[in-house]
């Protein structure tokens, strides 16, 4: 176990860390969140806001940091040195456990009236956000529209997250919203901190539904929100790699970084098809977790179908063009061995009927991995927040990712590419 643990926060030593403490019930986590990182040889210096200080005493975290532990913006000792500024500038990462709806809250809106929030807005480095609170806390919109604004452009690719877990909190209500295990969190440090292992490579990822128009104003669609594919090409761009982000209608915006994002809209599979055709030369990879229509309508009507003048219209349905199975035939032809080709299978019964299903469209389409979730499952799949994976690879290995925020499963799916990826670079 601690061999495990040890490994994954190997990248820490000797990098400068500044761990922000908000007022929550799992601030007394951050003790041993802050041991981890010491252990892991890590200088870390402790904020923590006055709320947290009414949770867990501060001399824990001074003892634990060896550090004094700053908490006050108005502090005369720290602030003839201007504080805050210099504990931003030294910070090669702020990592802020528990982060609360509060503290969310004040980072998005920008504040700087306590000292936590003042040294994420003076600095330029990454922060990583450990979410916990109520559920309901967690799923109100004002607290997810804070973290996307935090998450998106607005955030300028500074900011990540890392759970919350679901389960039984401390408030008494079971759901999402529990500061995931401070092994995870400094795991998720260290990746961030990781000389990016996707540095250098190319990859396509597309997101989101395809639209196929009936006429100038209606379309066949599916209930795909892009956040899949989003939170695969944030994961990427943020291990350093060059990201082509083919997106449909509605797909969120996604930060750059430190790898570039290159966002191409599409609105139909032939669009995709098209930009596929562009993107994927040279690649060292495509992902496609869009949802791409299997039929399209065979003609679009001109301007508005109207029931008044011709009733109820039949519809005739042609096929759409396999894109992925045709990335798979192009390249088995060019003899080549990359691009890595990764499908999604979204299927409708999870356990050995999905393995089977996805299977059978891992070798149909002759792709390298193909990653399945049981899109009839609740809370998983179409437009959540969270998804479930299995994944497998056409060389018989497997993996299962159990349910977790979609940012935590692409972590997860690259955490198993980026190797392959790097052997097939290697010839
Ligand atoms: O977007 P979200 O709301 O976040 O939801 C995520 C998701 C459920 C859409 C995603 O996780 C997912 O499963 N994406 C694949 C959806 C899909 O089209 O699955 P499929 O089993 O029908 O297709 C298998 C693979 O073939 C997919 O990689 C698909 O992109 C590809 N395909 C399908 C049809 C087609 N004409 N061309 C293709 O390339």
Redesign the pocket.
Known sequence: MSDARDTATVGLSGRRLVLGVAGGIAAYKAAELCRLFVKAGASVRVVMTAAAARFIGPLTLQALSGHPVSQDLFDPGTEAEIGHVRLADEAELIVIAPATADCIARLAAGLADDLLAAVVLAGRGPVLLAPAMNVNMWENPLTQANLARLLGPAGGGRFSTVGPDRGELACGWIGAGRLIEPAEIAAAAARLLAPGDLSGRRVVV????TREPIDDVRFIGN???????AALAASAAARGAEVTFLAGPGTPAVAAGPGRVTRVPFET?ADLERALADAADGADAVV???????FRPRARAAGKLSRRAAGAPTLELVE??????GLGGRRRQSGKPGPFLV?????VAGGSAMDERAGA?LRE?GCDAV?A?D?GAPGI????AD?AVTVLFADGARADIPRAS?RAVADRLWDLFAPRLAELARG
């Open positions: 597309s997101a989101g539904p209930r795909s929100s892009g956040k899949m594919g599979a496609m977790a869009a949802a791409v229509a299997d759409v063009p396999d894109l992925l199975a499908g999604f299978a979204a299927e469209k389409k990653v979730n899109v799949g179409f437009d959540a998804n979609k």
